[in-house]
């Protein structure tokens, strides 16, 4: 298993590529922080200030804005991932994970991707090159130890719909994953007033999606250094026609 840190930067039809331009040398990093998205421009000069936020407010809901110690100016946005073809949504549609900020400069969008597979930023960097102008900056492998131990939960959850969350908080809570086992799917469908392949549906796409987030991670953590004693992890063969089938 092999960790790869990829530079990239593009240029292409994107409200803050575009602003970039209008500011020459001025370097604007953006974090996208769950459904907000914080600006800082580095600037003391009255008219770039004035053009910045211009721009931004056309492009996105100012929820604030204050001058942090350095002298920048600080915007924070509602996202806008939803209503444009942001730098995040191209990202997460490679399998890949930024490494923040994304800096937006002379019309470009420069920033850094980590992922497990060294497809996936390729992937990726043919999919910027169909929107507009895209450069290679760099490309590492890392080890693994440079991944953080802790998980966002938004990896682990973001993709979850409100339906499967709430099945896999109710089984929990039921006590469907105790062992042994106090609850079946049916007794919790009826308690819910639902029925009962509608309940395992969500369940079970709900636990697929949090055990596919997860998986990686658990990789990171059994690749990583261990006793030289320590068993290798076995290959499980898959009995024909098993694939996909739960029993509940």
Same mark, same amino acid.
């Given at each position: 298993? #092999?960790? @790869? ?15 970039? !331009?209008? %500011? ?15 600006? &800082? +421009?580095?600037?003391?000069? =009255? ?14 809901? +100012? %929820?604030? &804005? @204050? ?10 946005? !509602?996202?806008?991932?939803? $209503? ?8 997460? #549609? ?7 900020? %994304?800096?937006? &400069?002379? =019309? @470009? #969008? ?9 497809q996936y930023p390729r992937d990726l960097y043919a999919d910027l090159k169909t929107r507009g102008p895209a450069e290679l900056v760099r490309k590492r492998e890392l080890p693994l130890s440079a991944l953080p131990s802790s998980v966002w939960t938004n990896?682990?959850?973001g993709d979850l719909t409100p339906k499967q969350s709430q099945a896999l908080l109710t089984a929990h809570r039921f006590g469907y994953y105790t062992s042994p086992r106090g609850v079946t799917t049916e007794h919790i469908a009826s308690a819910l007033g639902?029925? $009962? ?17 997860? %998986?990686?991670?658990? &990789? ?22 098993? !694939? ?5």
């Amino acid at each position: 298993m #092999a960790l @790869w840190e990829v530079a990239l930067r593009a240029s292409y039809d994107y409200p803050f590529i575009e602003l970039s !331009r209008t %500011v020459p040398d001025t370097p604007i990093s953006m974090w996208c922080l769950w459904d907000r998205e914080l600006l &800082q +421009v580095p600037t003391r000069d =009255g008219k770039v200030i004035e053009t910045v936020e211009r721009s931004i407010r056309k492009a996105g809901h +100012v %929820v604030d &804005q @204050w001058v942090d110690a350095g002298s920048s100016r600080i915007f924070l946005l !509602r996202c806008t991932c939803d $209503r444009y073809d942001s730098i995040w949504n191209v990202i997460e #549609a490679h399998q890949c994970w930024d490494a923040p900020p %994304v800096v937006y &400069q002379d =019309g @470009w #969008a420069n920033f850094r991707v980590i992922s497990f597979e060294a497809q996936y930023p390729r992937d990726l960097y043919a999919d910027l090159k169909t929107r507009g102008p895209a450069e290679l900056v760099r490309k590492r492998e890392l080890p693994l130890s440079a991944l953080p131990s802790s998980v966002w939960t938004n990896v682990l959850f973001g993709d979850l719909t409100p339906k499967q969350s709430q099945a896999l908080l109710t089984a929990h809570r039921f006590g469907y994953y105790t062992s042994p086992r106090g609850v079946t799917t049916e007794h919790i469908a009826s308690a819910l007033g639902i029925g $009962r392949t509608t309940y395992e549906e969500h369940l079970r796409k709900a636990e697929n999606r949090v055990i596919s987030a997860l %998986v990686p991670y658990l &990789q990171l953590f059994a690749s990583a250094d261990r006793p030289a004693d320590r068993m290798p992890l076995p290959k499980i063969p898959i009995a024909p026609g098993a !694939r996909g089938r739960a029993t509940r």
